[in-house]
C-alpha cells in the first residue's frame, strides 16, 4: 500500500507537467474558482452552525461545563478541552464530506472530460463524442458519489462519537483524514473505469484492491487546501489528472 501511495502522490507532479505543457489552465481555473467559491461558503456555514451544535447541544445540552466547574479540576479541564479539539476537527471532515460530494456531483461532466483528455494525450487514444454515454458517465458519477458519501457518512458518525471519549478518541481525526482520503480519491480513479465501459463492481473491485492509490490522491487533495486561494482552485482538477495517470500507467 505504501509503494502504491507514493504513486499517487507523485503523480500529482506529473499532473503538472501535462497542464502546463498543453496548456489545460483554463479547464483548472474555471471549475477551480466555482470549487472556490463553494468552499468559502461551506466554510462559513460550518463555523456557524457546527459551533452552535458544540457550544448548545452537547456542552450545554449534557451539562459538561456545569460538571467541569464543580470539580474544578485542571487535569479533567485540559482533557475535555482537548477533546473538544478533536470533536471540532472530526466535524470539521464530516462537513467537508458533504459539501465535496456535491461538488463531485455537479463537477462530474467536467471532471470526466478532464480525465478523459488526460488519457487521451497519454496514449494518443482518441474517444469519440456521445452525447447519449456523456449522459450515463454523469449519471455514473452521481452514484458512485453517492454510494461513496453513504459509506462514508456511516464511518464518520461512528468515529464522531468515538472522538467524543477523552484519550481514546484523541486518534480520530487521523482516521477520519484517512477515511476521506480513500473515498475522494476513489471518486476521482472511477473517471479512468467509467470511460472504459467497466461496470460499478469492477471499478470498487479494483480500488478495494489499489487502495493506496486512491487514499494517496486523497491526501494530497487535502494537503493542497493548506494553501488559502490558489490551492482551493487548482486541488480538483489537479486530482482528477493525477488519478487518470495512475491508472493509466499502471
Known sequence: ??????????????????????????????????????????????????????????????????????????LMNFLFSFTGMVVWLVGALFYFSLFKYIWLILGSPIFSWLSEKTESLVTGKVYDFSMKQWLKDMGRGVKIATRNLL???????????????????????????????????????????????????????????????????GIVFYLMHIIPLAGWVFAPAYAVIAATLTVVEE
Open 1 to 74: 500500500m505504501l509503494k502504491e501511495i507514493i504513486i499517487s502522490i507523485a503523480a500529482y507532479g506529473k499532473a503538472h507537467a501535462i497542464i502546463r505543457n498543453h496548456k489545460l489552465w483554463k479547464w483548472i481555473f474555471l471549475p477551480g474558482l466555482l470549487y472556490m467559491l463553494l468552499y468559502i461558503g461551506g466554510l462559513y456555514v460550518f463555523f456557524i452552525s457546527f459551533r452552535s451544535v458544540v457550544s448548545e447541544r452537547i456542552i450545554v445540552g449534557l451539562g459538561i461545563s456545569q460538571w467541569l466547574e464543580r470539580y474544578d479540576s485542571g
Open 151 to 217: 459509506w462514508q457518512s456511516v464511518y464518520l458518525v461512528a468515529l464522531l462519537l468515538l472522538s467524543l471519549i477523552p484519550i481514546v478518541g484523541w486518534a480520530v481525526p487521523f482516521l477520519a483524514l484517512i477515511i476521506e482520503a480513500y473515498y475522494f480519491g476513489f471518486s476521482m480513479l472511477d473517471y479512468s473505469f467509467e470511460r472504459k465501459r467497466e461496470d460499478m463492481g469492477m471499478s470498487i473491485l479494483y480500488i478495494g484492491q489499489h487502495k493506496g492509490l486512491a487514499i494517496g490522491n
